[in-house]
Structures are given as structure tokens and as C-alpha cells.
């Protein structure tokens, strides 16, 4: 026989031992030292002040009267330690962290949660709330595929159509742009410079078809009917008929005419049409902050009562005038569709 316990090494009263009551004890000194298992914290040598009943994990390199003792739990227990090897398994709740561990291969690691499992928040590395219910302090987070392959789906689901199911990036913890189903079922991606005042930059209807309502464009020209433009002579426009992204007409050039500015720097598609009534030859061009550039487009006596249009490819910088210049004489029709500038950012 024996003489103690095979797991809690709990030492038998023996058959005609003297004492008894010391070993019955002792038994329960490592009973009541283990049972609820409670540690205050992990240390190298024993504190400086202790009571009855405090358990500490003695650390690896151990020193004082805790020497040769390392990993083993110190139980203090009538002004005496008793020392416990724990085994794989044994669970112990650390008094300074508050958290429960469980000890596996040698070291006390935080108890795994359920393999199934249901919360109403949960917090990983920072303290969800109730408009957060689960929320990642990482560098990064990551969902793969299962162990036996396949693909995987991130689903973000509203209930109706007028609500929001969207993926919200912020900088500073104020947005600045936002993708999914905004308040419709349109998929749209918008974004903020400060958060509080939002673009829709692209927006795609159920069918598939594809919109940029904040994308710079224009038809810039005039009220309906004929002018005629002397040599030398520089015109603007009164209409915009077409604009979107924040073109708008600024400076004055001539009576009631009006240079067009450009909104944003980029590059654009510049579309001169022109709806000529006569001419004896004649040039018209465009210019860029009163300067006539090599955007030009020409014409004949021959281009009499013709609609003339060309294209260009240009780099704009933010706040760009444009208006036109003239070369030779002509006489334009002008109105919807007949002379005019469009501009459109690739």
C-alpha cells in the first residue's frame, strides 16, 4: 500500500501510526491549499509581507528560501510554506489579472473558450459595447477558408432597404469613406474629408449600370443665336448646361461672358464644337488661364452651315480658367447642342 493519494499526493493514516492527527492535517492543508485554486501572482522570492492562506506561482528562477522550488505554487499556511507540483490540467484563478488559467505542457495558459459558444459582446484585446458588440484591437484580422478548402464569405446583411449595411473606414475615429448598401439598395462607395459632409464617388443600380454623380464634367456656351467673332476678339460662356463635380464660371472676359473653372486637378477629355454659320477662314483655340494654347480647331469658307468638333487630352490643375480665343472671322450659332466646351475628367 501506498501512502498517499496518487493525484493530490494527500498522505493515508497508516495502520497503527502514531500521530494521526498530523497526517490527517497535512492532508487537509493540501486540500484546502488546491481546492479553488487561487494565486496571487507569479514571483522569483517571498514577499515581505504575507498572510495565511496567500498562494503564489514561484517563477523559474527562484531565489531566498523559494530556491530549488521553481514552478511549484508556495501555499502559506500557519506561518509555514507548504510547496505544491501541479500537474497538467489543474485549473487556478490569478488573483492580479483576474483571469483563469489552466496549466498544459508545464505552463499556465488562459483557459480555451467552449468550441460552441454564444455572447452578447466580445472584446479581443480592447472592451466591446453595446454599439460595438464585437470589436478587434490587431494589427490585422484575418478569415480564411476552412481546414478542408473551399472559399470563404464576409456577409454584411440589413433589414430592409432603407437601412445601412456597409464597411465604415475612419482615420482619427472620424470617417472618411464608406462602401455597400447606404440607405438603398445601390451599391456605393462615398467618402468624407471631414467626416461629416459626404460624396457618393461611384454608385452601381442592381442592373449593373454605373454612375460617378461627384466625376468633374461639363457643356459650357451661351444663350441661342448667331455671333459674329472678329480677329483677335475672346469670348466665355453664359450656360452650363451640363456640370456636375463643381465646374462653375468665374471671371468675367467680355461683357457678360465668363471664364469656365476647373474644379479638380487631373486629366481631361476637352471637346470643341462648333456650329459655324460663315466664315473667311478662322481659328478658334482654347485658353487656359488667358493664355491661348495648341488646342485649337480650324476652318474654311467651306466650313459654312457644318457643325465642326474635335477633341483633346489635356492635364488641368484645380482652379484652370478656360475660355476661348479667335483667329480670323466667323460667325458661330450658339444654344444647346451647337457651339460649346465639354469637359470630362478621365
Known amino acids: 500500500m501506498t501512502e498517499q493519494t496518487s493525484r493530490l499526493e494527500l498522505p493515508y493514516i497508516l495502520p497503527s501510526q502514531a500521530q494521526k492527527h498530523v497526517t490527517h492535517n497535512e492532508a487537509l492543508q493540501r486540500l484546502d491549499a488546491i481546492t479553488q485554486l487561487v494565486i496571487h501572482s507569479e514571483m522569483a522570492a517571498p514577499p515581505q509581507t504575507v498572510e495565511d492562506g496567500d498562494c503564489f506561482l514561484i517563477a523559474a528562477n527562484p531565489t531566498g528560501d523559494w530556491a530549488q522550488k521553481a514552478r511549484h505554487l508556495a501555499f502559506r499556511q ?202 473667311s477662314g478662322h481659328t478658334v483655340s482654347i485658353r487656359i488661364n488667358g493664355t491661348t494654347s495648341t488646342l485649337a480647331l480650324n476652318g474654311t469658307t467651306s466650313a459654312a452651315n457644318s457643325l465642326q468638333s474635335v477633341s483633346f487630352i489635356a492635364a488641368l490643375a484645380e482652379n484652370d480658367r478656360i475660355s476661348l480665343a479667335h483667329s480670323g472671322t466667323c460667325q458661330l450659332a450658339y444654344g444647346a447642342g451647337k457651339t460649346e466646351v465639354s469637359l470630362t475628367m478621365l
Not at 461639363?218 to 467673332?229: E, L, P, Q, T
Open 78 to 279: 500557519d506561518d509555514a510554506w507548504i510547496y505544491i507540483s501541479p500537474r497538467d490540467g489543474w485549473r487556478a484563478c490569478f488573483a492580479e489579472t483576474g483571469r483563469i488559467k489552466v496549466l498544459r505542457d508545464g505552463e499556465w495558459r488562459d483557459a480555451p473558450l467552449p468550441d460552441t459558444a454564444s455572447f452578447q459582446q466580445l472584446g479581443i484585446n480592447a472592451t466591446a459595447d453595446a454599439g460595438n458588440r464585437l470589436i478587434v484591437s490587431s494589427p490585422a484580422s484575418l478569415f480564411t477558408n476552412a481546414p478542408s478548402g473551399g472559399g470563404h464569405q464576409v456577409k454584411v446583411n440589413k433589414a430592409t432597404s432603407g437601412d445601412t449595411a456597409s464597411l465604415l473606414f475612419q482615420s482619427g475615429w472620424g470617417g472618411r469613406a464608406e462602401m455597400g448598401l447606404a440607405g438603398n439598395d445601390r451599391f456605393s462607395i462615398k467618402t468624407s474629408a471631414d467626416g461629416a459632409n459626404w460624396s457618393t464617388a461611384l454608385s452601381i443600380s442592381g442592373s449593373g449600370i454605373v454612375s460617378m454623380p461627384a466625376r468633374p464634367l461639363v457643356r459650357a456656351g451661351r444663350a441661342a443665336g448667331n455671333v459674329s467673332h472678329a480677329a483677335g476678339s475672346v469670348s466665355g460662356f453664359t450656360d452650363l448646361t451640363v456640370q456636375q463635380g463643381g465646374f462653375a464660371l468665374g471671371n468675367v472676359v467680355t461683357g457678360t461672358l465668363k471664364e469656365l473653372q476647373v474644379p479638380a486637378s487631373g486629366t481631361y477629355l476637352i471637346t470643341l464644337s462648333l456650329a459655324v454659320v460663315s466664315s
